[in-house]
């Protein structure tokens, strides 16, 4: 118990640390911001000041048609696209490492398709699918998908492979070997390729409400751009932000509730 209380205790200040670091570089940053418009080293139709940054974002943040029409918007599209990704990943990547040929014969074709950008894919899948939601979500699944994939059979490969010939000895089936073995192996591997693609599909929302749709954040981008609204501008690059960064820590969360056990074996390497 005092112990577990004295780590309680170091975590606790660990965390509070950090937060007063960003806070600290937060406020840095928003001086320097004012000094610069202050001094006028760049013109304010190009960088607005904090106070009028400020203005915009709570204009919007009291605004029930922007949470209605467009920040819901991008979120709806960005966890069903998260979703869609996350989904296939997680079935795609073990089905590539039933066996070598198999690896061999599909995976340099996902790196292929992965190679190609997506924004010069979109106009195709929105003549396919049309301007609805589903061409959103097809993109954003796209944006999302590598990430996940890739990190499922680096975590399914990391598996200890005296565990895996123990099993093999006792004539455990694929699925125990996989459920037993590899997958709990392989966890911190895909929350971390989870959270990357959480941060993807924001991308991916984004560039698909760019090319098609009338409601969104990225489709409000277009809109205060042509109308030279720039402190509308760094408004919505405010909430993109707080978007991002909320499904990051969700992720986060989730990796330490889950994976506790591998982050606690780190961290007790790191203090040898």
Known sequence: MPTDRAQFRE???????????????LVVLILAWQLITTLELLPAYLVPTPAATAHAIWKDLTDPRFWNDQLFQTLYVVLVGFAIAAVAGLVIGPLLILHPLI???VYPFVVAFQTMPKIAMAPLILVW?????????????L??????????????????ERQLILMRALRASWWTRMTKVRIPNALPYIFAGLDIAVVFAVIGAIVAEFLGSPNGLGSLVIIRQTNVDIPGLFSVLFFLAVMGSTLHLIITGLARKFTFWSQTADNKVAKR
């Not at 699918?129 to 699944?141: D, E, N, R």
């Open 143 to 160: 944006v999302a998908f590598f990430p996940v994939v890739v990190n499922v059979i680096a975590g399914l490969k990391a598996g200890d």
């Open 11 to 25: 975590e606790l200040l660990d965390r509070a640390v950090s937060v007063l670091l960003a806070g600290g570089f």
């Open 103 to 105: 690896e061999r014969s």
């Open 129 to 141: 699918l049309g301007y609805g939601h589903t061409s959103k979500f097809v993109i954003t699944a």
